[in-house]
């Protein structure tokens, strides 16, 4: 079973608990569903776990647990999954910039594999052809026929074939999906650095869940600085030690040259635009490789929580 036959069961589910959930399930006039997880709906911490659990395809678990992080009182999002390449890097990576008129969206989730039109799928693999697709949204806007249109030529297929998952940043479905993406910002820096990526056999991560706030700019800060300040990821390799020392120790996110500062304000000096941040600061804080091969173990960053209490006070 593949990623977006695995997240359409998932969205199924959603969908039949949408009262539970708070969640809204809305048929599109060009026939698409739109599951809102927030962005008109209220949503809910559990609608967001189910969220991030379509964005890895099916081939992960997100839980709500307490704190990893020393200081911090408050939950922690925990994200663990046994396929991290196919789970992280063919579809929770939010790799897809979504453009309309007065409409934009980071567009991640298995849809992402039958689209596999952006670079990284030349190295990782994984691309579908379901005859459907499933996407997740991160917008504040509800799409409307062009962008449903755009989508369905992109992926080559009728708009309801298609089923579009959303949440604002500001929303709490959208702050926890975001937290979920400890392992998968580990996994995109470490391939981006080169790392063989089909060496990291099982990943797992934790990541404070961030307060909930209605300034987007603020919302933007604080669900980054999460990963950037309080993520912790597992990973365990089959590979050499060499070539953890040599890639690995550069995973965290202080090894990037835009860190050292709330991400609000990165965003900011970057003009609001993700894509202009250095990619390397989007990682866990702290990243910890268990050598299956050897029985070594490698530890690279730190927390800080210090930091983190710019993003939010507490």
Not at 72 to 98: E, F, M
Not at 156 to 178: D, M, Y
Not at 277 to 289: G, K, N
């Amino acid at each position: 079973m593949g990623l977006n036959e695995k997240a359409r069961r998932i969205c199924d589910q959603s969908a039949e608990q949408a009262k539970e959930l708070r969640i809204e399930v809305i048929q599109s006039p060009e026939g698409a569903r739109l599951l809102d997880f927030g962005v008109k709906a209220q949503g809910s911490i559990e609608a967001g776990l189910e969220l991030a659990k379509i964005c890895m395809g099916g081939m992960g678990v997100a839980e709500l647990v307490p704190s990893h992080l020393q200081g911090w009182d408050g939950p922690a999002i925990q994200v663990r999954t046994n396929h991290p390449v196919a789970a992280c890097l063919a579809s929770q990576y939010a790799g897809w910039k979504i453009q309309g008129t007065k409409f934009f969206a980071m567009g991640s989730g298995p849809m992402r594999a039958c689209y596999a039109k952006e670079e990284i799928f030349n190295t990782v693999g994984g691309k579908e052809t379901p005859g459907f697709a499933v996407g997740v949204l991160e917008t504040g806007t509800l799409p409307g026929a062009e962008v449903i249109a755009q989508l369905g030529e992109k992926l080559q297929l009728a708009p309801e074939k298609i089923t579009l998952c959303l949440a604002a940043t500001s929303s709490v479905a959208g702050a926890v999906q975001i937290a979920a993406r400890s392992v998968e910002t580990a996994l995109h820096k470490l391939h981006e650095l080169g790392f063989p990526v089909h060496t990291i056999q099982e990943g797992t991560g934790w990541a404070p869940l961030p307060p909930p706030t209605p300034d987007f700019i603020q919302a933007i800060g604080r669900t980054n600085d999460a990963i950037l300040f309080g993520g912790l990821v597992h990973l365990w390799v089959n590979c050499e030690d060499d070539l953890i020392g040599q890639i690995g120790s550069k995973a965290p996110s202080n090894q990037s040259g835009d860190y050292g500062a709330p991400f609000g304000e990165v965003f900011s000096r970057a003009g609001g635009d993700f894509y202009k941040i250095d990619p390397l600061l989007f990682s866990p804080a702290r990243v910890v490789f268990n050598n299956l091969k050897t029985g070594k173990v490698f530890a690279f960053g730190e927390l800080n929580p210090q930091l983190l209490r710019k993003s939010w006070p507490w």
